[in-house]
């Protein structure tokens, strides 16, 4: 089991800067990668970007890709969301979530941060 604790939200104008974080426990030994997805009123979830465990890799929707960016320190058991340039549709509330092979979904996720960002 993995635990994810996220933190960082908040609200910001238009063009503003956040930097969530996401803190796991448990057996983080066996994470492979660690995502972060976003959720707005009335949507689907979607997905923002992940990094994996070791080799720190990242993949980003086309959405967020040159704003957003993804980056973990293993010493603190932590990846963090850097959110540059932020825009109004960049509203919703945001997850972590953790991979853990053989499956390649992620299934195991945090409670999520709101981030609000004004016009």
């Known amino acids: 089991q993995v635990q994810l604790v996220e933190s960082g939200g908040g609200l910001v104008q238009t063009g503003g800067s956040l930097r969530l974080s996401c803190v796991a426990s448990g057996s983080i030994f066996s994470i492979n990668a660690m995502g972060w997805f976003r959720q707005a009123p009335g949507k689907e979830r979607e997905f923002v970007g992940r990094?994996?465990?070791?080799?720190?890799?990242?993949y980003y929707a086309d959405s967020v890709k040159g704003r957003f960016t993804v980056f973990r320190d293993n010493a603190k058991n932590t990846v963090y969301l850097q959110m540059n340039s932020l825009k109004p549709e960049d509203t919703a509330v945001y997850y972590c979530?953790?991979?853990?092979?053989?499956?390649?979904?992620?299934?195991?996720w945090g409670q999520g941060t709101q981030v609000t960002v004004s016009s």
């Open positions: 990094i994996s465990w070791s080799g720190g890799s990242t």
């Open positions: 979530a953790a991979r853990i092979p053989p499956t390649l979904k992620f299934e195991y």
